[in-house]
């Protein structure tokens, strides 16, 4: 915490640059006594002139979380723990249980036959699998069977339960949320299903057969929701679709091939506060610099490469996961040259979009490279 009794000044003109004097620091006892305070003291601090993220880089190894996360099993129940997840915590963002700016992320496991019971809440979440054979997860009552570099969405306000069938092998996946968002927002409610568990109410996979056809829209559908109902986005088709768009495009000099997952209804974000998207970067490719608004939390889908953010290198490997803060400058690149490797992304973007709040700039005239900084 900042010290609030701090004048912070700036010797700019438009910005506030009063000295203290022991008249003024009198005042402004008087001021804080009355639960008030003299704007010019703060002004400089609550508007610097671009977003200051509280939020550093970090780069977190499957190799060295995989054991711990697989170890928990033998520590605590789903039951007792309601979810069995060891969460990735910012050093910049303890206190609010973020990755990066105000998302959230952790890594779950669950042992073939253990089921977790049904919750609601006003977080809208998301789960990438990692690695495991037989993981599912129902979403008001569509259950979606799900596979490595799978991912299902939890919308805000849905009845959602997860488990690994009996005849599976122990399922690790990455979770994603905007609690801290909702929390910052104050908006946040939690309900436990009555019954512990909600009836499958649909066939298995219902949502894929139904919303997933390319270019196909069921006649007189009618989806009311906020959120995609394209609840999983499967790996193969996806992975099918980069490797089909990069024929055709040159990609993004910052971002390669990039595909957003889109809710199928509107061409937009898969929900409303969270956004996702899987990257290409081809063999030997380096991507140019840039910035922009929001925070984004990548997993490693496929391949090894390395990402500079802010001048500091992390090389990554499949499953790794890394954050890029908000406004941080950011350039990844492939170290293969002969294989691919994708990026599975998500972010805070469609907040960013909606609020009228998302900015971009290239590093250097058109787009540079950043120097490492050792
Ligand atoms: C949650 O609902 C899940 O559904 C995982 O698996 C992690 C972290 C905080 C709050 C709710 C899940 C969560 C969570």
New binding site residues.
């Given amino acids: 915490m900042s010290n609030p009794k701090v004048n912070h000044r700036e010797d700019v003109a438009g910005r506030a640059n009063v000295q203290d004097t022991p008249e003024l620091l009198a005042y402004y006892d008087q001021l804080e006594a009355l639960d008030a305070g003299a704007l010019w003291t703060v002004a400089n601090k609550i508007e610097p002139w671009q977003p200051k993220s509280a939020s550093v880089p970090v780069l977190w190894r499957y190799r060295d979380l995989r054991e711990h996360v697989l170890r928990s099993t033998q520590l605590v129940t789903p039951e007792k723990a309601g979810?069995r997840?060891v969460y990735l915590s910012n050093p910049g963002r303890r206190d609010v249980s973020a990755a990066v700016g105000w998302l959230?992320s952790?890594l779950?496991v669950m042992n073939p036959g253990e089921v977790?019971s049904a919750?609601a809440?006003s977080?809208s979440?998301l789960r990438f699998i990692m690695e495991g054979k037989g993981a599912y997860t129902i979403v008001d009552g569509h259950k979606m069977t799900l596979g490595a570099n799978d991912f299902v969405l939890?919308p805000n306000g849905t009845w959602?339960e997860?488990g690994v069938s009996a005849d599976g092998t122990p399922c690790l996946w990455q979770?994603g949320?905007d609690?801290p968002l909702v929390n910052a927002l104050e908006a946040n409610f939690y309900a436990v299903h009555e019954d512990k568990h909600q009836a499958v109410g649909f066939p298995v996979d219902d949502a894929t057969a139904t919303w997933g056809n390319p270019g196909l829209r069921p006649s007189g559908d009618s989806w009311r929701h906020p959120y995609s109902p394209l609840l999983k986005y499967e790996w193969g088709p996806t992975y099918e679709a980069l490797q089909r768009y990069a024929k055709v495009t040159e990609g993004s000099p910052f971002d390669a091939i990039l595909l957003n997952y889109v809710n199928p209804l509107t061409g937009g974000p898969v929900m409303q506060t969270i956004g996702a998207s899987m990257q290409l970067l081809r063999p030997g490719e380096h991507t140019k610099a840039h910035r922009h608004t929001g925070s984004v939390i990548y997993q490693a889908a496929k391949g090894k490469g390395y990402t500079i953010i802010n001048g500091q290198r992390f090389d990554w490997q499949e499953r790794d996961i890394f954050c890029v803060p908000s406004w941080a400058w950011h350039e990844h690149g492939n170290a293969s040259d002969r294989e691919d490797a994708c990026l599975f992304a998500f972010s805070d973007l469609p907040v960013m979009n909606s609020l009228g709040l998302y900015r971009e700039e290239a590093y250097g005239e058109t787009g540079g490279q950043q120097q490492v900084i050792a």
């Fill in positions: 979810r997840v959230y952790g779950q977790a919750h809440h977080a979440a939890t959602h997860h979770d949320l609690i």
